[in-house]
């Protein structure tokens, strides 16, 4: 069996267990990027997204894992996507963008 077929029966199963309630829905994604200085600039722009949001909807509470359905990263990325992620007992997100980025 080659790789891209095993490769698309993968991201078949994976489309079928999350994505099944999806359809006609535009899915807005966020892709982090994680190489050591590129980490560091995703950093900066998740604190400006996250603020830009902030002041766009009047809400200091928002945060960026409420506008995007999906989130992920590859190296330092998915570390910044699991902190973004993780949530606090009231089911809200434990840390903002703010937090990560040192409030700088």
């Not at 199963?13 to 099944?20: A, F, G, M, V």
């Not at 966020?30 to 980490?39: A, N, Q, Y």
């Not at 190296?75 to 980025?101: M, W």
């Amino acid at each position: 069996m080659d790789l891209d077929k095993v490769t698309l029966e993968i991201f078949s199963k994976l489309e079928q267990k999350w994505l099944y309630d999806c359809e006609g829905k535009k899915m807005w994604v966020l892709s982090i990027d994680g190489r050591e200085t590129i980490g560091i600039v995703a950093n900066i722009a998740l604190f400006h997204l996250e603020s830009q949001i902030q002041t766009k909807t009047s809400d200091f509470y928002a945060r960026i894992v409420d506008f995007f359905d999906i989130i992920a990263g590859t190296g330092i990325g998915a570390f910044l996507t699991a902190i973004l992620v993780t949530d606090d007992d009231a089911d809200r997100p434990l840390f903002s963008a703010k937090d990560v980025e040192g409030g700088t």
